[in-house]
């Protein structure tokens, strides 16, 4: 289904509130809406039979809606108080307040769009992009879907007509493109699967980073609440010495035994002008695997990927007794 959007909201033009755009794009893609046009603007034109996802404030969403009421017909729908769906002749008309917590109410009246005969999957993938995705997808017959990627992460929701067998053939089939790629068929992220795993496992972790000034430790602490149980030792550094995979193995070695700890990760860079080299390297008592990475781009951005690497590369050496979320 298609829609364009409109935010009507002086807060927004003003910058007094903002509009989470990411978190918007994933929606809709995670709930297969194609986005036709997005605009921010000081009116209202309902002329047109486009589907209208619309924006205001909560203080003046009401009075939108009565100065517009001809044009909305009289078959409409009330979420939570909040928000409002109005449907005339098959033209939907949603508005939602964007100085509250527009993300929920979205996500339920979406989830009543969506086709009664069509299965839905989606797989969150590590190290690929929209255009790989799609790409891979060629030639899959009778399938719809929308991808949303960022960091080196991509989101890929897809939707195809139901089975009745007790195997899904086709989930089965569309996973198994992605099975180097695939960290998640839910909604955790890397760092929540990362602390899942541990408590689950009954297991410590050790981090030592001379890298991202302290970013994977953040990232599984904001993302998790509980989190310091879990951890045996956090150290952030400064590198030493020339960057070399042998010294990051050694380090990782003997972190693991000075902490106590039952998982260790390493991580050691060097940024130059083009971006940032980089070493991690993660394992335990049994096995420690170096990875090389290179990142071509700013260093917020390089700084963000690493981070990522990290999580995904501990993620899989927690996997190994093949726990999946």
């Given at each position: ?27 809709l893609a ?14 209202l ?13 909560n203080?003046?969403l ?5 100065e ?10 009330l979420y939570?108080?909040?928000?409002v ?6 033209r ?5 307040p ?9 996500s ?7 086709d ?5 999957c ?20 009778g ?35 992605f ?5 998640s068929?839910?909604?955790l ?6 602390f ?11 981090v ?6 302290g970013?994977?430790?953040s ?40 902490s106590?700890?039952?998982?260790v ?31 071509n ?28 979320f």
């Open positions: 289904m298609n829609y364009k959007v409109i935010i009507l909201s002086k807060k927004v033009l003003d910058g007094h509130v903002k509009f989470d755009l990411t978190a918007f794009l994933n929606l995670k709930n297969g809406i194609t986005l036709t046009n997005l605009s921010i603007s000081s009116s034109d309902l002329e047109g039979e486009d589907n209208l996802i619309i924006f205001t404030e203080s003046e009401d009075n939108v809606i009565i517009n009421i001809n044009k909305l017909g009289s078959n409409k729908k939570s108080e909040l928000a769906k109005f449907t005339n002749n098959d939907k008309i949603i508005f939602l964007v100085d509250l917590g527009w993300q929920e109410l979205l339920q009246i979406l989830e009543e769009e969506k009664a005969t069509r299965k839905y989606k797989f969150h993938l590590f190290g690929t992009n929209p255009q790989s995705v799609s790409k891979q997808l060629e030639g899959v017959e399938i719809s879907y929308r991808t949303y990627g960022d960091n080196l992460l991509t989101d890929v929701y897809l939707s195809y007509e139901g089975s009745e067998s007790l195997i899904d053939d086709k989930q089965v089939k569309l996973a198994s493109l099975r180097d790629n695939i960290y068929e839910n909604d992220g890397l760092s929540q699967i990362v899942e795993l541990l408590r689950l496992k009954n297991l410590k972790l050790a030592k980073d001379s890298v991202t000034g970013k994977v430790l990232r599984l602490n904001e993302d998790n609440e509980g989190f310091s149980s879990v951890l045996k030792k956090g150290e952030i550094t400064t590198r030493e010495g020339v960057l070399d995979a042998e010294k990051t193995y050694l380090a990782a070695y003997n972190f693991l035994k000075d106590g700890s039952d998982i990760i390493v991580l050691d860079g060097e940024f130059d002008k083009k971006g940032l080299s980089s070493i991690i390297a993660v394992g335990d008592k049994n096995s420690i695997l170096v990875y090389k990475n290179r990142f781009a700013k260093r917020k951005e390089c700084l963000e990927m690493a981070t990522t690497c990290a999580l995904f590369h501990l993620t899989r050496k927690l996997r190994q007794n093949d726990f999946a």
